[in-house]
C-alpha cells in the first residue's frame, strides 16, 4: 500500500479546471513538506509546487503561478492542488511527493530528498 495516493486528474477542456488530491498515510504530518511534480514521457521531470508543512509557505514553478494552487489540511492528512486555465501544455502525470523536515514552513522545489512519492495521476487537456 502506497503512503502517498494521487486522486482528480482526468480529462478536461483547455481553459478548464480540476483539482488533485494527495493523500498521506503517515504519522505527523505537519512535519511533511509535500512537492507536487509532472512527468511527460520522453520529457524532463518538472517541479510545479511546494508546500510547507505548516501550509504557511507554498513556492510555485514560474509557468504555473498564477493558475495553480497548492493547499493542505492536515487533519485531513491531504495536500490539494487546484489548476485552474488549463492548457495542453499541462498534460502530463502528476506525482506528489514528501519531505521529512522539523522546520515546518520549509519546502522544496526539488527531487532531491524526497522520501515518499506517489503513483501519480494522469491528466490530460485536450479538446
Known amino acids: 500500500q502506497s503512503l502517498l495516493v494521487e486522486s482528480g486528474g482526468g480529462l478536461v477542456q483547455p481553459g478548464g479546471s480540476l483539482t488533485l488530491s494527495c493523500q498521506a498515510s503517515?504519522?505527523?504530518?505537519?512535519?511533511?513538506?509535500v512537492t507536487w511534480f509532472r512527468h511527460v514521457p520522453g520529457k524532463e521531470r518538472e517541479v510545479i509546487s511546494c508546500i510547507s508543512g505548516s501550509g504557511t509557505n507554498t513556492k510555485y514553478k514560474e509557468a504555473v503561478k498564477v493558475r495553480f494552487t497548492v493547499s493542505r489540511d492536515n487533519a485531513k492528512n491531504t495536500v490539494y492542488l487546484q489548476m485552474n486555465s488549463l492548457e495542453p501544455e499541462d498534460t502530463a502525470v502528476y506525482y506528489c511527493a514528501t519531505q521529512s523536515t522539523l522546520v515546518t514552513s520549509m519546502c522544496f522545489m526539488t527531487a532531491t530528498g524526497m522520501n515518499f512519492w506517489g503513483q501519480g495521476t494522469q491528466v490530460t487537456v485536450s479538446s
Open positions: 503517515l504519522p505527523d504530518f505537519s512535519y511533511d513538506s
